[in-house]
């Protein structure tokens, strides 16, 4: 049943198509670092827009209180903060949009974003057509970076948020009373500390990257899985291309997570001393 299912003879047939699946490794490589590189940038700023304290609403509950206040009594008689105008005062639009396009990307299918970015923004910006590196097919490749990446930014966005928010307050407290102020806070002590704590979770979103990458292929991304579609549409054969590609996406991602578990144990080595 299995020389039936998959033939030795079957993989000299890929042997012509070696240079193909050559290239499809590298342009699965510099699709996944270029779009994890966007993915942290883009996540940076998510995590600053919905952890930012931005209330446009609140001065009209502090200049107007008899007409905007947001203080109701309750059956008791007590004063609490409640009602329509608190929770507007309250509203932070920034922190909206960004929770917004955080639970939209990670609510829908990356394949869907992904033509959703070259069939809709793309088509109405034209690209040039030439190549990187000789393979590459910029006016594919850019796209799938691009809606790779800002797949990537939604899910970094809250390993970045979190990690931030571990951070003792005591840190915070302590950085300010030395005299730094909120900036240099952040960026001197927090931060460092917060990196320190979602370096493996990043490593870990890279391994992601370069296994949702092979969908990529849909709209002509010359990565792994075209070179397996490439060798189906020649040779007639299905199985054997697609161990190839098994192998080479084993060869990236297996070395990756490994470097993610040692990443973690010295992260888990240094917090012992």
Known sequence: MMEHFIQVANFEKIIPYAKLFGEGFMVTVFLSLLAVMIGFALALVLATLRMSHYYPFLWLARTFPRIFGFLEYTSKGI?????????????????F??????????????????????????????????????FIKFHRFLPGVIALGMNSGAYLCEIIRL???????????????????RF????????????????PAI????????????????????????????VRG???????????????????????SKGVAYLEKRMRRGDQR
């Open 79 to 95: 004063k609490r903060e409640s009602g329509f105008w608190y929770r507007l005062g309250r509203f932070n639009p920034l922190a």
């Open 97 to 134: 949009i960004a929770a917004t396009y955080v639970e939209l990307v990670r609510s829908t299918p990356v394949i869907v974003q992904i033509f959703i970015i070259y069939h809709g923004v793309f088509s109405l910006i034209k690209l040039p057509t030439g190549t990187l590196f000789g």
């Open 163 to 181: 990690g931030i928010q571990s951070v003792d307050r005591g840190q915070t407290e302590a950085a300010r009373s030395l005299g730094l102020n």
């Open 184 to 199: 240099q806070t952040f960026r001197y002590v927090i931060f460092p500390q917060a990196l320190k704590n979602i370096l």
């Open 203 to 230: 490593a870990n979103e890279f391994v992601a990257i370069i296994k949702e990458s092979a969908v990529t292929y849909t709209i002509g991304v010359q990565d792994i899985m075209s070179a397996v579609n490439a």
């Open 234 to 256: 020649a040779a007639f054969i299905v199985m054997e291309p697609l161990l190839v590609a098994t192998g080479l996406y084993f060869c990236l991602c297996f070395p990756a």
